[in-house]
Nanobody
Framework: QVQLVESGGGLVQAGGSLRLSCATS????????MGWFRQRPGKEREFVGY????????YYADSVKGRFTISRDNVKNTVYLRMNSLKPEDTALYYC?????????????????????WGQGTQVTVSS
């Protein structure tokens, strides 16, 4: 059974930092391309960041570039999202997702429909 479990969310003041973790099980993590998405209140789920199998291909949404850092540990089967200089507009439910080889490979990495497995999300609230 595949599981993705996010943690690390919480309430933080603007300008603060958080590190989200996504622990996975039941899949071959080293072969998964991983993404972080978020859903802000009243908005659709949107792309935040992507990391490839080896960690060398990394991409971010323009809104978080320079503030967020995505990384992975293929021994711990975990992907991370370090969030610095947080803003109130970063308030959202953050999800990690796994993109399995062979599943909708033609979909762009920013497209949430290209990800097969999803976590339940972790809430991040940034106060002004």
């Amino acid at each position: 059974q595949v599981q993705l479990v996010e943690s690390g969310g919480g309430l933080v003041q603007a300008g603060g930092s958080l590190r989200l973790s996504c622990a996975t099980s039941g899949l071959t993590f080293s072969l998964q391309r991983m993404g972080w998405f978020r859903q802000r209140p009243g908005k659709e789920r949107e792309f935040v960041g992507y990391i490839g199998w080896s960690g060398t291909n990394i991409y971010y949404a323009d809104s978080v570039k320079g503030r967020f850092t995505i990384s992975r540990d293929n021994v711990k089967n975990t992907v991370y999202l370090r969030m610095n200089s947080l803003k109130p507009e970063d308030t959202a439910l953050y999800y990690c997702a796994a993109r399995e080889l062979g599943y909708r490979d033609t979909y762009d990495y920013t497209n949430l429909h290209g990800y097969l497995y999803w976590g339940q999300g972790t809430q991040v609230t940034v106060s002004s």
